[in-house]
C-alpha cells in the first residue's frame, strides 16, 4: 500500500474527462507539501505534467490540470485523447520518512 | 536543448559491481538536484533520492539507504548511480531526472533510462 494512494486504473471515451486522485496523509500532502504529476509510458522516459499542484510546465497542453486540496491532489484531463493512454503518478515529499514519494501509479484507459 | 543522457544497458551477474552516469548538458549542472528513480517491469516508480552537486548535499529515500551510493562528478557534469554488490532484484530500469529544487518543483528533464538486468 503507497503512502501516496492512486486509484489502479481509470478509463473514459475521446473527448471525455477524466479525474485521477492522489491520497494521502497529514505526513505529505496534508502537511502542505507540493503535488507533481507524471506521465509515463514505460520503456520511455517519463514526462513532468504538472508541478506545484497546478502549474504546467511549457508545451503541456492546457487540457491537464491540477488541484491539491486537504491530503489529497487531483489530476483532471479533459478532452481525452488516444494517445492520452498512459500510466500516471503523483508525486509529493513526506516528513516522516525525509523523503520524497510517487505514488502507486493509475492507469489511463482512453476506450 | 537541455539534456540528460544516461549510460547503455547492462547485463550483470548477482554479486558484481555496477556504477550508472547521467551527463547533464546545456544548463548550470551544479545549481539543479539530481535524482534517481527506479521502474521495475510491472510495479510503479520509485523515488531512489536525489541530490544536489553544487553542494553534494544527498538525501536517500529510506527504501534505498545503504543499498546504492549516489554521487557527482562537477568537473564533468555527471551524476553517478552504483552498487557493490547487485541482487537480482535490482533488475530495473533507472532514471536520472533534474529538479530546480529538491521536493517543490517535480523532475522536469529525464535521461531516456537505462535497463539494468542482474542474472546468473
Known amino acids: 500500500q503507497s503512502v501516496l494512494t492512486q486509484p489502479p486504473s481509470v478509463s473514459g471515451a475521446p473527448g471525455q474527462r477524466v479525474a485521477i486522485s492522489c491520497t494521502g496523509s497529514s505526513s505529505n500532502i496534508g502537511a502542505g507539501y507540493d503535488v507533481h504529476w507524471y506521465q509515463y509510458l514505460p520503456g520511455t522516459a517519463p514526462k513532468l505534467l504538472i508541478y506545484g499542484n497546478t502549474n504546467r510546465p511549457s508545451g503541456v497542453p492546457d487540457r491537464f490540470s491540477g488541484s491539491r486540496s486537504g491530503i489529497s491532489a487531483s489530476l483532471v484531463i479533459s478532452g481525452l485523447q488516444v494517445e492520452d493512454e498512459a500510466d500516471y503518478y503523483c508525486q509529493s515529499y513526506d516528513r516522516s520518512l525525509a523523503s520524497s514519494l510517487f505514488g502507486g501509479g493509475t492507469k489511463l484507459a482512453v476506450l | 536543448e537541455v539534456q540528460l543522457v544516461q549510460s547503455g544497458a547492462v547485463v550483470k551477474k548477482p554479486g558484481e559491481s555496477l556504477r550508472l552516469s547521467c551527463e547533464g548538458s546545456?544548463?548550470?549542472?551544479?545549481?539543479?538536484?539530481i535524482g534517481w528513480v527506479r521502474h521495475v517491469s510491472g510495479k510503479g516508480l520509485e523515488w531512489m533520492g536525489i541530490?544536489?552537486?553544487?553542494?553534494?548535499?544527498?538525501r536517500y529515500s529510506p527504501s534505498f539507504r545503504g543499498q546504492v551510493t549516489m554521487s557527482v562528478d562537477k568537473t564533468t557534469n555527471t551524476a553517478y548511480l552504483q552498487w557493490t554488490s547487485l541482487k537480482a532484484s535490482d533488475t530495473a530500469m533507472y532514471y536520472c531526472?533534474?529538479?530546480?529544487?529538491?521536493?517543490?518543483?517535480?523532475?522536469?528533464?529525464w535521461g531516456r533510462g537505462t535497463r539494468v538486468t542482474v542474472s546468473s
Open positions: 541530490m544536489y552537486p553544487g553542494d553534494h548535499d544527498t
Open positions: 531526472a533534474r529538479a530546480p529544487r529538491d521536493h517543490g518543483s517535480g523532475l522536469d528533464i
Open positions: 546545456r544548463y548550470s549542472f551544479n545549481n539543479y538536484w
